[in-house]
């Protein structure tokens, strides 16, 4: 199958879009065929799939478009439903592929670096407390907040844990986004900026385009997951479907938190998006 996968240890969110697009091929092979054939183990389906979203993710920098991205993730599934599951040469790519993540697949915490922010995922146990699976931290103009997936074990809610200057609690959030389903792609308004330098503000879509999720939960943020110097703050929780629309939006996007104050204010907090799906994709393994 002509695979190429050492470079598949390592992020490489700089890849040409035509490397990147041969190793989104390639991931999504093997993927496929794993789905079929049971060819390895949780822990390197969970690493192989987490390798996969990061090739999707550095295709779409590189400036490959949805429908070429489209086309060859077609291209690559018809490969694999046409191998039979005991084809030597599927034997021999799942053995480098297996050579090639076993060392990552047993990695427990892992960085997912985008343009402004990083993204960092742990995956260790612990059944007592929750804990950051994969969060943002941010801060921006005396404001912080925390962001991510969060919970105990086996348990990944998308969480927002803020705390404001001046001390004022939120009433609720929401989360905004792009609404996949009524556009074309990402709204990046460049101003002929590079693309790493485009602030975040500038990478939401209009408020016409967008997809709103209202936290389902609002509580004080408890020890375990606010930052031992963040101030007192609110924690609130989103619905599973949110994660799974941040997990499909382009990596080059921005959403945004949004928390509503009693005297009628909203604040705005955004958040990159980068390999968000790479990273989630890191964690499955932990949820098995």
């Known amino acids: 199958m002509g695979l190429i996968l050492a470079a598949a240890l390592v992020a490489t969110p700089a890849m040409a879009s035509a490397a990147s697009l041969d190793l989104f091929y390639e991931r999504t092979v093997m993927t496929a065929a794993d789905g079929r054939c049971a060819l390895f183990t949780p822990q390197v389906a969970s690493a192989l799939e987490a390798a996969r979203a990061q090739a999707r993710g550095a295709a779409l920098r590189g400036g490959a478009d949805r429908t070429t991205l489209s086309a060859t993730e077609q291209r690559a599934r018809s490969r694999a439903a046409a191998v039979t599951c005991d084809a030597p040469d599927l034997k021999l790519a799942a053995d480098r592929v297996r050579l090639a993540f076993d060392g990552y697949a047993k990695l427990i915490r892992m960085d997912y670096p985008g343009d402004q922010s990083v993204w960092r995922a742990d995956r260790s146990s612990s059944a007592k407390a929750a804990r950051w699976r994969l969060a943002q931290d941010i801060r921006a103009d005396g404001q912080r907040m925390v962001f991510g997936l969060a919970g105990r074990e086996g348990s990944n809610a998308l969480t927002a844990v803020a705390a404001f200057r001046d001390g004022e609690a939120p009433y609720a959030a929401r989360l905004v986004m792009r609404n996949d389903r009524v556009t074309a792609g990402p709204f990046l308004d460049a101003r002929g900026e590079p693309q790493a330098r485009i602030?975040?503000?500038?990478?939401?879509?209009?408020?016409?385009?967008?997809?709103?999720?209202?936290?389902?939960?609002?509580?004080?943020?408890?020890?375990?997951?606010?930052?031992?110097?963040?101030?007192?703050g609110w924690a609130f929780r989103f619905p599973p479907e949110a994660a799974w629309a941040l997990a499909a939006l382009d990596p080059r996007e921005a959403v945004a938190v949004e928390f509503l104050f009693p005297d009628d204010t909203t604040r705005r907090i955004y958040v990159e998006v980068g390999d968000f799906a790479a990273g989630r994709a890191f964690l499955q393994f932990a949820s098995r």
């Open 199 to 232: 602030p975040l503000q500038r990478r939401l879509s209009p408020q016409g385009a967008l997809s709103v999720w209202t936290a389902q939960t609002r509580n004080p943020a408890g020890a375990d997951l606010k930052p031992r110097d963040m101030p007192e």
